[in-house]
Each structure stands twice: as structure tokens, then as C-alpha cells.
């Protein structure tokens, strides 16, 4: 079974396009967001994992709009660990509101060292 985390977010005034929805760019803003808090929730932060010189990058990213989210709708996160390599980790994203599916997004992370050079995944993040 993959590991997952849920994270909750209410959709911020200023995060809304003239419409009133939730503009396009901060779904992947929530990403980030859902994947540090699954890390924070494994006893590790971001800033850990940077301090012992290891770096995780975005290599791919992308998101399929089902529905739209609007000003102070709460949202929930999931973030699913699809799959771990020797040097990247693959997360799926599920967007909610009232249970109801608005996106699907994943990314790609790729471990490199300060000079951008692909390494091992430390073994906390493995």
C-alpha cells in the first residue's frame, strides 16, 4: 500500500482569479504545501532534508482540473507516494471539497547535491 497524508487548506481571497476561482497556479502552491506537511508529519522537515545537503527539485509536474474551487471553500489534500527510485520520489495529488473530487495533480522529485548532481535519496526519505 502506497503511503498518504491528508492536509486541509481553505482557498484564500487573494489566491482567487476575477472569477472567484481559485486560480490554476496555486493548485501546484498546494502541492508543495501537502508534500511538506506529509514529510513534516514522518518527524522531518524540508529544511532537515536541505541541511544534510540534499536538494529535491521538480522534474515534472502537472494537474487535471475536474471541477473548480472557490474563495473559502475547504479544501483537502492527499498526497500519495506512488513510487521511490535510488533517486527520485513520484507523488499523486487528490484535491476535495465536501468529498467531492476538483483536481488530480503528480510531480516528480529528483534528489541532487548543491551542484545539481543526482544523488541517493537519504534513508529517511526512502
Known sequence: MNE???CHVRVRYAETDRMGLLHHA???VYFEMARTEMLRARGVTYRDVEDS???L???DIGCKFKRPAYYDDMLM???IVERVTHVKIIHRYEVYRD???LAEGH???ACVDREGKPQA????LV
Open 4 to 6: 498518504s497524508h491528508e
Open 26 to 28: 496555486n493548485y501546484f
Open 53 to 55: 545537503g540534499h536538494l
Open 57 to 59: 527539485v521538480i522534474v
Open 77 to 79: 489534500i492527499r498526497t
Open 99 to 101: 468529498g467531492l473530487l
Open 107 to 109: 510531480s516528480t522529485l
Open 121 to 124: 535519496l537519504p534513508a529517511h
